[in-house]
C-alpha cells in the first residue's frame, strides 16, 4: 500500500459547528480512526455512549471533561491527555472548550481477540 498524501490533524479545524464533526481518517474490519472536532459539544442529559469495541482517545486541542460510569468525578482532559476506554464502559462528555476548537483522535478497535 503506497499511498503518498499530505495530510494535517489540524487543517480546517472548523469552529462554532452546529454538532460536532466526525471525520474518519483510516479504517478496515479491525480498527478505526477517527478525528473528532468538538465546539463547546457534550452529551445530551442522560445519555451515556456504550460502544462494542474499545476506544483509546488523545486530546490535541482544547479542553474537555469526561465522565465514566461509576466514576464520581469527571476527567479533565487537556491537550496530550489520553485514555482507554474498554468496550461497554459507559461514558459521557460532560463539556468541551468554548472558546476554541476540541480536536480529538479517537482509534476504535474489536473486544475480540
Do not use: C
Amino acid at each position: 500500500m503506497s499511498q503518498h498524501r499530505d495530510e494535517n490533524l489540524f487543517a480546517s479545524v472548523p469552529f462554532g459547528l452546529p454538532e460536532e464533526l466526525v471525520s474518519i481518517l483510516a479504517q478496515n474490519s479491525h480498527i478505526r480512526i477517527e478525528r473528532i472536532v468538538s465546539s463547546g459539544h457534550a452529551s445530551p442529559e442522560g445519555f451515556w455512549y456504550d460502544q462494542p469495541e474499545h476506544e483509546w482517545v488523545i486530546l490535541l486541542q482544547g479542553s474537555a471533561e469526561l465522565l465514566l460510569d461509576g466514576d464520581k468525578k469527571s476527567r479533565q482532559m487537556l491537550p496530550g491527555s489520553y485514555l482507554l476506554i474498554p468496550a461497554h464502559q459507559k461514558h459521557r462528555v460532560e463539556s468541551t472548550s468554548r472558546t476554541e476548537a476540541t480536536v480529538w483522535l479517537a482509534v476504535f478497535f474489536s473486544a475480540k481477540g
